[in-house]
């Protein structure tokens, strides 16, 4: 097990800025998960890590060891790449076995350890097959064997389920998180998938254009987001945005929209806007529109999801997505009342998009 430790780390390609004064401190044993769109510096980040890239700036320990300036080789890291790259030529056996042989291993420490590592994968009877005669989730296993036979001292995992299918994709990923938890190594692992993050990582590091926004649980990311960013990034559905305006009452007011915030709102009045989850909309009583808590529109839009629905409702001028279990009232052209969950509409600074919740603590 090892504690990483990066401080202040930046690495820029001429003028742009890749990864922009990044500062992580991890845990013994800790998943970390790095999320965001394409170009936001993750992988850049996961790369200085590992070696393959060099820093602008800043530094990169593990286990209180400087390793800013060593080589791959000497940081005793293991990385599973997007597209496995596993010897076409050799077998399972041959590809996990490899790096064993590099360091010099004996032929019956090379077999024990092996062997051990293909039974945990349950691959142990593919051993003598070649990459070309594997399934795309068999191959993921072999490359995630060759990386954990060697025992690291940290994982290192770019985006290794993006090539699966999305049945397979969940069973890895909960495979992974197991195979982690039981050899308690500190893993680093790269997704633009927000549920991947949210269902993997103790931690999830949130970035845009190379800034790190939000480094915390994932509990906390999805209930306190930092700023409008994370909100929307987060969450599946994504969050809905609406323009409104925090009255001295503590009420949030605007177009089709009146609802209660949280206390700690109730001293702060102007322009904001208001977020709210899919998830905690519902379709209110009769008689309820224009009271507390409630959004009036029209439904534009049905969705059907099996047991539940997605409906989107233009509210003014913004269309509202909700999500919640099938009712037989919901037609297209209707007017809907929505309500939602106690404590659960977000507010956003109308200029910067930060939380005005979290600027208020």
């Not at 969050?239 to 009420?251: H, P, T, Y």
Request: hydrophobic fraction near 40%; charge should be neutral; glycine fraction near 8%.
């Amino acid at each position: 097990m090892s504690v990483i430790a990066i401080e202040n780390l930046n690495k820029s390609f001429g003028a742009f800025n890749a990864v922009d004064n990044l500062n992580l401190t991890t845990k013994d044993g800790e998943f970390v998960v790095l999320v965001g769109p394409s170009g936001c510096g993750k992988t850049t980040t996961m790369r200085m890590i590992a070696g393959l890239e060099g820093s602008t700036s800043g530094s990169i320990s593990i286990d209180g060891e400087d390793v800013t300036n060593q080589s791959p080789s000497e940081r005793d890291v293991a990385m599973v790449f997007q597209n496995y790259a596993l010897y076409p030529h050799l077998t399972v056996y041959e590809n996990m076995a490899f790096c064993l042989r590099v360091r010099k291993w004996s032929k019956d420490q090379i077999d024990a350890q092996v062997r051990k590592t293909a039974k945990a994968l349950d691959i142990d009877a593919l051993l003598e097959r070649k990459p070309s005669a594997l399934s795309g989730g068999q191959r993921q296993r072999v490359a995630l064997g060759r990386a954990i036979v060697r025992e690291p001292r940290v994982f290192l995992m770019d985006e290794p389920l993006s090539n699966l299918d999305a049945k397979l994709r969940i069973e890895m990923r909960a495979e992974i998180v197991k195979l982690c938890r039981r050899l308690k190594i500190t893993t680093f692992y790269v997704t633009h998938d927000q549920l991947e993050a949210l269902t993997m990582g103790h931690r999830i590091v949130v970035m845009r254009v190379g800034v790190a926004q939000q480094i915390d649980t994932p509990q906390n990311i999805y209930d306190t987001p930092i700023n409008r960013f994370v909100a929307g990034f987060i969450g599946s559905p994504p969050m809905n945005f609406l323009d409104a305006v925090i009255e001295r009452s503590g009420l949030l007011t605007g177009p089709g929209f009146a609802g209660g915030v949280k206390s700690a709102l109730s001293s702060r009045s102007g322009a904001i806007l208001a977020g709210v989850r899919p998830e905690h909309l519902s379709p209110a009583s009769e008689g309820v529109a224009g009271r507390e808590g409630t959004i009036r529109g029209r439904i534009e839009l049905i969705e059907p999801l099996g047991s539940q629905m997605m409906i989107q409702v233009a509210v003014g001028p913004s269309l509202v997505s909700a999500q919640f279990e099938r009712g037989p009232d919901v037609e297209v052209g209707r007017d809907i009342t929505l309500v939602h969950r106690p404590n659960t509409v977000h507010a956003f600074d109308a200029k910067s998009e930060r939380s005005v919740l979290a600027d208020a603590q």
